[in-house]
């Protein structure tokens, strides 16, 4: 799939896809009693050394500046806000890098059970897509494959969307006890194809949808986003949900398309203890049905989705104790996929996150050990090949 290949093996160097940004992060200035608006700003960063990367096959160093956000939310009645979010898009490569457009959302925000946002924004899928890169349990956090609006790196003709980004509307809301039952559902322009090239020569439109329950403590977050991890300060969680996504002839190419299906479902378990040490666990998995021939990969406007199943479980503790300004939070991860015409790869993941303030300010350290990194989470072709290779990654993460 060499025609998204480069691209979006550019954005996961950079570690830059998806992500939810907090709606109402930074510095708050009220106007009147109903009008606000609040600034903000994301920075990540990372120093990795990585087996047989260097020129000469020996492990090879790097610097990467990952992302850099800027926040801007506003109230300008009491039921319509608004939400505009920039991101350093190829982050690091001087060749490509810009800031660019990441959310443009006008909100009318109704009740708890029913509220209305527009534009550029999140499509409805499992929990890391809308956790974000900020708001993951752990840094390096996206290690199955992606949905359709992440695989693409434009909108417009050829592309579906960026960063799990696209045009469209979602309505969510909340019912049960204490809103416990959250849903959102969204209409969305998905894959759009010139004339002659590319599927979707209908313009099919994207339908996606999630819905979670929360059988402890309910999730508090801005509209439908969500968290990998509360660092105990949300209670006990248990929330399990189950998402979708679907778009007629939203795969494959123009002589060879197919319908673009993709089924997942996620949990999050977490548990203050007596101590006050916290355990989290988080775990998706994902089935996609692209149904499209084999025969289009050899097609130069593929959109060769994948195809196939994939899972990711990541278990994690909080020491209580303070060490130094912050607290310690080993854990440890596996993730396998499983395409059906492609090789199949695994990582597992151990490491220490330490826990300054929550999202705002957390530094990683971290080792990886598999095939994903070798044979990528973009290229699902048959005969697709690699090596188990190591990894060790030193990375931060700041918030205002």
């Not at 939310?73 to 990441?102: D, M, R």
């Not at 849903?183 to 979707?200: C, D, I, K, Q, R």
């Not at 084999?294 to 195809?307: G, M, R, S």
């Not at 020491?319 to 596996?334: A, K, N, S, W």
Request: glycine share 12%; net charge negative.
């Amino acid at each position: 799939m060499t025609k998204y290949k480069g691209p979006v093996a550019a954005l996961l160097t950079g570690g830059l896809l998806l992500g939810a940004a907090v709606a109402n992060a930074g510095g708050k200035i009220a106007i009147d009693d109903t009008k606000w608006i609040s600034i903000g700003a994301g920075a990540r960063g990372s120093f990795t050394a990585m087996e047989d990367n260097a020129p000469n096959g020996d492990w090879g160093t790097d610097f990467n500046a990952d992302s850099a956000r800027i926040y801007v939310n506003g109230q300008i009645h009491q039921y319509i806000k608004f939400e505009l979010n920039t991101e350093c898009v190829f982050c690091g490569n001087s060749a490509l890098e810009e800031f660019h457009l990441l959310d443009a959302i006008a909100k009318f925000e109704l009740s708890p059970y029913f509220n209305v946002w527009a534009g550029r924004l999140l499509v409805p899928a499992e929990r890391q897509e809308l956790n974000g890169p900020y708001y993951s349990t752990t840094y390096d956090a996206y290690k199955t494959p992606f949905v359709s609006s992440d695989f693409s790196v434009k909108f417009g003709n050829g592309g579906a969307g960026v960063y799990e980004r696209d045009q469209g509307v979602n309505v969510w809301g909340a019912a049960g006890p204490g809103g416990a039952l959250q849903y959102v559902f969204g209409v969305f322009n998905g894959l759009e194809s010139s004339t002659g090239a590319g599927p979707n020569q209908d313009d099919n439109l994207m339908y996606a949808g999630r819905v979670a329950y929360n059988f402890l403590s309910v999730e508090k977050n801005p509209g439908y986003y969500t968290s990998g991890t509360y660092y105990g300060t949300a209670g006990d969680i248990f929330t399990v949900a189950v998402a979708f996504q679907y778009q007629e002839d939203g795969a494959g190419s123009f002589l060879n398309s197919g319908d673009y299906r993709a089924l997942m479902t996620d949990v999050i378990f977490e548990k203050v203890l007596a101590n006050k040490g916290v355990v989290t666990f988080n775990g998706e998995y994902k089935n996609f049905d692209s149904d499209y021939s084999l025969a289009a990969f050899a097609d130069p406007d593929c959109f060769c989705q994948f195809d196939g199943d994939s899972f990711s479980v990541v278990g994690l503790y909080m020491f209580p104790q303070m060490v130094g300004i912050g607290r310690l939070q080993p854990y440890i991860r596996y993730s396998a996929i499983y395409p059906d015409a492609s090789a199949n790869r695994d990582e597992i993941e151990g490491g220490v996150n330490y826990i300054i303030d929550g999202h705002n300010a957390r530094v990683s350290l971290f080792y990886q050990h598999g095939d994903i990194a070798s044979k990528g989470l973009t290229n699902f072709a048959p005969g697709v090949t690699g090596q188990d290779i190591d990894a060790i990654k030193l990375a931060f993460q700041l918030q205002l």
